[in-house]
DNA sequence: TCCATTGGTTGACATAAGCAACTAAATTAA
DNA sequence: TTAATTTAGTTGCTTATGTCAACCAATGGA
């Protein structure tokens, strides 16, 4: 590999660590850490036990467990042992929890307008296309 | 702008996430940070005063008193007084600095070449194109 | 039945990050 | 020229975030 390609790769990765620096923020309106968000999110997109979660977000599993039960806590999900394997716990968003999740979602929706109030629509066309290509091409 | 376009968007932050946290271990096998690594990146590349750090990096600044402290602690920065505005401190890499990272590159380096080992390099151009294409449209 | 593995929890601890109050130098404005 | 403001950076204190290892209970295989 390139030498010059690899140092693209590399700006690229701090520039766009600093734009995810700036959208990240959209927790900030809410009461909830970024990870948290995420986690709902995921949990609604059907990544539904914690080893699952484990996996997609690379956290440590006591980590992890401490922010569920948090989550809990907060009546934002419960827990429900799956039948079929009794160490499982399935994990599900409460009617409290959906509703966070809206809220993050409209904010994190907003953040991402913001970012790109001053681009014309034909640049991001633009944009989203590169990003998909980047995903396709990188996803093993 | 359409919600689908936010969607895609915000998966591609929730995709690149992920791919930082992978590639941004390599400080794993140096015994510095992330930060302490893009610190003396940013240094080395001209940005060698607390205040632009702050700026370029958004941090808090008491805390980036302290890191900057501790890179100095360890000989790897030093500060010297700019005469012509006694309160600015200009940041120097020494030579243990530099050497720290030298093996910092080469580490990141070898990183992406990881990430990047089962991409065809028809691929890779592509990929490299799109980075360009994403930071020259969203680059204010 | 015994043993290794797996999903998850807990305790103890370490590191990262944030806020606010504070110096000292520089700038502005009177 | 002095008084008020702003700026660059530091320090004390606190909370948030993350790590490691030991652990328990359920599972699956030899």
Sequence with gaps: M???DIDKIRQFDRFYT????LTDK???HTHYTLLEARILLEINAGTNTANQ???LLKLDKGYLSR???KLENDKLISKEVDPSDLRIKKLILTNDGHAALDVINSRADSQIEGLFANV???DI???IKSMEEIQNKLKE
Excluded: A
């Design 2 to 4: 390139k030498q010059s």
């Design 18 to 21: 600093n734009v995810l620096k």
């Design 26 to 28: 959209y927790h900030l």
């Design 53 to 55: 979660l484990l996996t």
């Design 67 to 69: 922010v569920l039960k």
């Design 120 to 122: 014309p629509s034909e």
């Design 125 to 127: 066309n633009n944009i």
